[in-house]
């Protein structure tokens, strides 16, 4: 009798006592670091970058105290594909649900992880991350359902040997008419040139691979080991061989891959990857600079006294379409659709700064976090898009069906990102593919789950999410360039019961330590009352819609 109830209480141990709570404190600085030889100084934590790679289990609640000791930027941290359920107010997008953090000001993020798979935490402040503020966060699952021995974790990144801030100028100055975005000086694998990763002959690993660039997707291969991928911006699917075919994950999208190392350790192996030239120069009608290097290397590291061999010339680029991606768990088409939403996304000129737009308008961060206003302006107001100002609001009722086609005018390729949500993908077309007409070619009744999807260039794509999470959740192409030239919308989940969210008081002052209102509408005034508002693209200054305050 008393062997059978400690059987049972160990088994309810160990789904209990997982769950756990996870402290760290982040103090944000410059530190100089040179990652492929040219030293800048880059964004790090607590002295150092690489940022840290936070390591939780499912059910963890993790709590973070980050401290802006930048001295002249504001900041603020997203946690890329986190629901943030019923914790919206922990999402960190500035100007969305918090104000950014002023130099010298403290933010703490406290919320449950009840996902498992491959994350990533990044700036989500005037378009901050590139310049290092970003790193992988892996919630492990206690019941995975493929096997594997050890794990490990690769980030793909575009990188710039100047500062977003000057970059950002002149991206966004009245001299682009193009809308040219600035080139990437070289691709980073782990933040390195020179990555190796030791590995164990016949092993069986789960690899994360992560982008964490700021533009182009990326390609990538293990010479000579067969990739299976498992899991999509955490979701496990079946088992899908890659082949002789090739992988590209877009910046902000993850991908965790088996793979077998060799039953001996005899040699050494490349990893390839490269930047996706197509979104550079093909797409763009650029032609590619004498000695532009798209590609890195890293190496498995099998033996670290045999020689690490080049990379493999690859002759084309075939991706695997993550559209025939199963989900494991098998979730249901979701239907009927209750709410359709349909986005033409495109290029506008305002000012004469070269824009992104959202059904013709370009989106301006507001002087009220859209989270505020939605729990400040009134019952009466709060289902009103104009009280939000000029962030394209999309407001959606609690639990209904959503469906939002996404199409695209403009000749490159946009990866669109969703907060707060995985969603389903019914359909996306291929380059040239056309807008949505209604008509699904080809639809899965267990759609592929994602938190980004590619869209390719006039062509379009069709998602569907239940409205369950009530919150203020940003839709926008993942690209910082464009975040930062206003292709962004707003989602307005359940403007009602949003009101149980709780926004801890100290995040309001962060709010007064920023100098911005943090009550009433857009403009910090009442009903929709929006004068004094930010309606206005400045040229230069980041793509912002106001000055932002300079600090010393
Ligand atoms: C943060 O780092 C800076 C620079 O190293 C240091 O001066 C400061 O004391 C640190 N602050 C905290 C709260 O750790
Ligand atoms: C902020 O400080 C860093 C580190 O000293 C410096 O490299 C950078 O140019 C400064 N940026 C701005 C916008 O002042
Ligand atoms: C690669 O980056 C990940 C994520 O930051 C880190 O956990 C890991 O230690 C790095 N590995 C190597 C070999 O640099
Ligand atoms: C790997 O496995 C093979 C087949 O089981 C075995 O012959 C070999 O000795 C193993 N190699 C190592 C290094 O353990
Ligand atoms: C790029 O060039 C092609 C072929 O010359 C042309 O049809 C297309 O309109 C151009 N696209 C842009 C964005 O300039
Ligand atoms: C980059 O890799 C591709 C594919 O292997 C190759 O064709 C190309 O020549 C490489 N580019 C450079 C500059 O090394
Ligand atoms: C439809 O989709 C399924 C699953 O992705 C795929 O196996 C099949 O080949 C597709 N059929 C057509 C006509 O595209
Ligand atoms: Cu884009």
Redesign the pocket.
Same mark, same amino acid.
Request: hydrophobic share 50%; net charge negative; aromatic share 0%.
């Given at each position: 009798m008393f062997a059978y109830f400690s059987f049972l209480l160990l088994a309810g141990l160990a789904q209990f006592v997982a769950a756990k709570d996870v402290y760290f404190h982040w103090n944000i600085t410059w530190v100089n670091a040179s990652p492929d030889g040219y030293e800048r100084p880059v964004i790090g934590i607590n002295g150092e970058w690489p940022c840290p790679q936070i390591d939780v289990d499912v059910g963890d609640r993790l709590i973070i105290d980050v401290k802006n000791s930048l001295g002249n930027q504001s900041t603020g941290i997203h946690w890329h594909g986190i629901h943030q359920f019923m914790t919206g107010t922990m999402d960190g997008a500035s100007a969305v649900t918090q104000c950014p953090v002023a130099p010298g000001s403290m933010i703490r993020y406290d919320f449950v992880v009840d996902q498992a798979g491959t994350y990533w935490y990044h700036s989500h402040n005037m378009g901050q991350y590139p310049d290092g503020l970003r790193g992988a966060l892996i919630v492990h699952d206690p019941n995975p359902p493929v096997e594997y021995d050890d794990e490990f974790t690769i980030t793909l990144a575009d990188w710039y040997h100047k500062q977003m801030p000057e970059l950002l100028d002149s991206y966004q100055s009245t001299s682009n008419t193009a809308g040219d975005e600035p080139l990437p000086d070289v691709a980073l694998i782990n933040d390195s040139t020179q990555s190796m990763f030791k590995v164990q002959p016949n092993t069986t690993y789960l690899v994360h691979i992560i982008c964490i660039g700021n533009w182009p997707g990326h390609a990538f291969l293990f010479d000579d080991h067969e990739m299976t991928v498992v899991e999509v911006d955490g979701t496990w699917i079946e088992p899908y061989p890659v082949g002789e075919k090739n992988i590209r994950v877009a910046t902000g999208q993850r991908m965790s891959v088996l793979i077998k190392t060799k039953e001996d350790a005899s040699k050494n192996y490349a990893f390839w990857n490269t930047m996706d030239i197509n979104m550079m120069f093909v797409f763009e009608n650029k032609s590619i600079p004498e000695n532009f290097n798209p590609n890195a290397t890293a190496w498995l590291v099998y033996d670290e006294s045999l020689p690490l061999p080049e990379a493999p010339v690859i002759h084309e680029l075939a991706f695997i379409?993550d559209? *025939?991606f199963?989900p494991y768990d098998r979730e249901p088409l979701l239907e009927p659709v209750d709410h359709q939403i349909i986005l033409n996304t495109g290029h506008t000129v305002v000012n004469d700064v070269t824009r992104f737009s959202v059904n013709g308008q370009t989106y301006m961060p507001q002087q009220v976090p859209t989270l505020y206003t939605a729990l400040t302006v009134g019952s009466e107001y709060n289902s009103d898009p104009k009280v939000y100002g000029n962030v394209n609001p999309l407001i959606i009722n609690n639990n209904d069906v959503i469906e939002i086609v996404i199409n695209n005018h403009h000749g490159n390729l946009h990866p669109w990102h969703l907060h707060g949500h995985q969603f389903q993908v019914l359909q996306r077309t291929d380059v040239n593919g056309g807008f949505f007409d209604g008509y699904f070619?080809?639809? *899965?009744s267990t759609p592929v789950k994602r938190d980004t999807i590619m869209v390719q260039n006039y062509g379009h794509t069709v998602i569907r999410f239940r409205a369950n999470n009530p919150g203020i959740w940003l839709l926008h192409c993942h690209i910082e360039w464009h975040v930062q030239a206003g292709l962004v919308a707003t989602i307005i989940e359940a403007p009602d019961k949003l009101q149980e969210l709780v926004v801890p008081e100290a995040h309001l002052q962060i709010c007064d330590a920023y100098g911005s209102p943090s009550s009433g509408n857009a403009a910090g005034k009442k009903g929709e009352d929006l004068t004094g508002g930010n309606d206005y693209i400045y040229p230069g200054e980041s793509g912002a819609s106001y000055p932002p305050p300079t600090f010393t």
């Open positions: 379409d559209l *025939s199963v070619a080809n639809i *899965s």
